[in-house]
């Protein structure tokens, strides 16, 4: 053989005898000074084999923390050794197990504004001046402590203990509080990244965060997510601050979410005359904060196929002045065929107390024109003009869902007024409650709840002011807006089946009771069915079957309702 071939020989064994040494596991060992000991070590480390011997010391160093959190503050770790080529002895001293600690010292937390009760809350025996923790608890006792006081405008507060040392209590140890305050800190100015022309009065009023409050880095990140219920705007990450000796700056990281929506809804019904396919729904569009001022501009146009023609227009507009106080407008206009026409107009003020909750009052009047030659049969239909004072509030709660976003509404609204005639004036009072809710029961299964109650009180009731509902926005399996009543009460239930994150599939359960004065009738109604909702690119797809009846009615198949709504965001 060569030597050059023997050079090569040896070159590749001692190559495969590094590898298999560099490459060798190394275990380790654990010991105490009796069997306890050692049981104790073992249960405290998570693997004792490793792929070099950095992270094996690394572990016993890893180690030796969590026996002082636990309470061995006095363990020693009196020997790592090598007890062969790959294995390693660590031998540890525990000594002492502490499970409690009494912290001296305490009254003055009560100076900083932290109650009795907070403390009892964090400690098993307490007093004026002491209170007893469990040594496994202290860390987060003291990490409570500091957020706390934090929060009192204080972001570099240290919160630690002091002279530790055993106490005359067996396994017991004492220390005392030492608290270490600098001087408090308030918000010099705000700044909006990503989405720099968000209205800033929604800052100041909807979520309190203000420029010259008291710094609370907790209270600012709470409230920072509250811009989520506004629904043109999201959080990218959560708020940041910058200190320095004179300022502090907070930094909030939005972005602007289109808010605008187009609802379209289209019915198909079979005519019990003709036994012809009638068409009927509307469209609504609700333009948002397109001026970057959390403005809403909402038409909304309905047609039911039988000449009943309404059309309506809504405006709001929040923090006028950089003032709490908004303003809404409305005009509505309503046809019946011929037989009479309703202009309604209002102007309201409105407080918002935060993104969810708000206020409102104002007036409202109603004009209403008899367009028939003369009376027909069973109705009563009479030129009037009414003014009301108008107050209310609404709250609103969303959850993260695309396919549901709003998990409880609620709107209240009271009209009080005098409604005049050619021939009278009479006292009338308004009132309607919209509530709904979402129940969900896993990530899966969910109930929704809504109800809908009107209430006319009035002296005398005209067919032309009565309450109209009927359709998907109502009572379902009836053509839209064809009941009258000068009072009603519609429950919605739905048990809700989500497929995926797009589509979801739905009972129809609905029932309502209602009383038309001006027919001295009074009856209940019932709605059954099955819907789908699908969620695509131009929109969330609607289609609901549903059957209504009338209480004491047979079963028709013809008075089934085929219900089909689109629901665009853009």
């Known amino acids: ?273 003709t036994n012809k396919l009638e068409l009927n729904g509307y469209l609504n569009l609700l333009l948002s904060n397109n001026l970057n001022f959390g403005e809403q501009l909402e038409i909304q146009y309905r047609n039911d196929g039988n000449l009943q023609e309404k059309f309506q227009t809504t405006v709001e507009l929040p923090y006028l002045f950089k003032s709490p106080v908004g303003l809404e407008m409305g005009l509505s206009l309503f046809k019946q065929d011929s037989t009479f026409s309703t202009v309604e107009k209002n102007i309201l003020a409105s407080y918002r107390f935060d993104t969810k909750s708000k206020v409102f009052a104002g007036y409202k009047d109603y004009e209403s024109s008899n367009l028939l030659d003369e009376q027909q049969a069973g109705g009563f239909i009479e030129d009037y003009t009414s003014q009301f004072f108008v107050f209310g509030g609404s709250f609103i709660n969303s959850q993260n869902s695309l396919l549901f976003p709003n998990k409880t509404q609620i709107l209240l609204k009271n009209e009080l007024g005098t409604r005049k005639t050619l021939t009278s004036d009479d006292s009338q009072y308004k009132i309607e409650l919209t ?52 009072f009603l009460s519609v429950l919605n239930t739905e048990y809700r089946f989500l497929l995926n994150l797009n589509t979801y599939l739905h009972s129809i359960i609905d029932i309502a009771y209602f009383n038309n004065e001006t027919l001295d009738l009074k009856s209940q109604i019932y709605s059954f069915g099955l819907g789908m909702g699908l969620r695509t690119k131009a929109g969330t797809f609607k289609i609901e079957i549903a059957n209504g009846t009338f209480e004491g009615q047979d079963f028709k198949f013809s008075n089934t309702k085929l219900h089909l709504s689109l629901n665009s965001r853009f």
Do not use: C, W
């Open 435 to 486: 509530a709904n809710h979402i129940l969900n029961l896993n990530s899966l299964n969910s109930v929704y709840l809504n109800n809908n109650t009107r209430f006319l009180v009035s002296e005398k009731h005209f067919t032309n002011e009565l309450f109209r509902f009927g359709g998907i926005n109502s009572i379902r399996g009836f053509d839209e807006n064809s009941i009258d009543a000068s």
């Open 1 to 273: 053989m060569r030597p050059s071939s023997h050079f090569f020989l040896y070159l590749y064994i001692y190559t495969v005898f590094s590898l298999s040494a560099f490459s060798q596991e190394l275990h380790l060992s654990l010991e105490g000074i009796d069997s306890t000991e050692t049981a104790v070590l073992k249960s405290k480390i998570a693997k004792t084999v490793f792929s070099n011997y950095q992270t094996l010391e690394t572990a016993v160093d890893t180690l030796k923390i969590d026996l002082e959190r636990a309470g061995y503050i006095e363990s020693e770790l009196t020997e790592l050794t090598k007890t062969s080529d790959s294995s390693y002895l660590a031998l540890f001293e525990l000594n002492t197990l502490y499970d409690k600690i009494i912290v001296y010292n305490i009254s003055d937390l009560s100076n900083f504004g932290i109650s009795k009760r907070e403390l009892e809350n964090n400690s098993f025996n307490y007093s004026s001046n002491e209170m007893t923790i469990a040594f496994e608890n202290i860390e987060a006792v003291l990490k409570y402590l500091s957020l706390q006081l934090s929060e009192m405008g204080d972001p570099f507060v240290i919160v630690e203990l002091e002279n530790l040392k055993p106490s005359t209590q067996q396994n017991t140890l004492q220390a005392n509080l030492k608290i270490t305050t600098q001087k408090k800190r308030n918000l010099t100015a705000i700044k909006i990244r990503g989405y720099e022309n968000f209205p800033r009065a929604f800052l100041r009023y909807s979520i309190g965060i203000k420029e010259g409050m008291l710094f609370q880095q907790q209270k600012i990140n709470q409230r920072s997510l509250l811009l989520e219920n506004l629904s043109f705007v999201k959080n990218t990450k959560a708020p940041e601050v910058l200190f320095t000796n004179e300022a502090t700056e907070v930094y909030l990281y939005l972005e602007k979410v289109p808010n605008n929506n187009f609802d379209g809804i289209l019915g198909f019904t079979t005519n019990e005359e």
